[in-house]
Nanobody, 121 residues
Framework: VQLQASGGGLVQAGDSLILSCSASGRTFGNFAVGWFRQAPGKEREFVAAVRWYGSVTYYADSVKGRFTISRDNAKNTAYLQMNSLKPEDTAVYYC???????????????WGQGTQVTVSS
């Protein structure tokens, strides 16, 4: 499956953004989708994930209550709604897919190219 992340940008603290992850190729609905982020000089970290059927989601503690992951299998697209953004959310955000849930980046087989999110204070 090929993934393409989009929707990043430059925003101020407290603003919202929604990222999209569009998929093509293999049946998107068979895959769990995860969002990860990587800030300069830091390891890639887990942000959120959603199982293939969409009703079970997982979040990193740092984004819980502010970010919401969702998916629309009919549109082959997953989303990350980000509210109350903070400067520490600044990073390149990647979407990824695999069979079955995981919060480890190394477990994911398919990756999008990343989209930059910059939050100014």
């Amino acid at each position: 499956v090929q993934l393409q992340a989009s929707g990043g940008g430059l925003v101020q603290a407290g603003d919202s953004l929604i990222l999209s992850c569009s998929a093509s190729g293999r049946t998107f609905g068979n895959f769990a989708v995860g969002w990860f982020r990587q800030a300069p000089g830091k390891e890639r970290e887990f942000v959120a994930a959603v199982r293939w059927y969409g009703s079970v989601t997982y979040y990193a503690d740092s984004v819980k209550g502010r970010f919401t992951i969702s998916r629309d299998n009919a549109k082959n697209t997953a989303y990350l709604q980000m509210n109350s953004l903070k400067p520490e959310d600044t990073a390149v955000y990647y979407c990824a897919a695999r069979f079955g849930y995981s919060n480890f980046a190394a477990d994911y087989d398919y990756w999008g190219q990343g989209t930059q999110v910059t939050v100014s204070s």
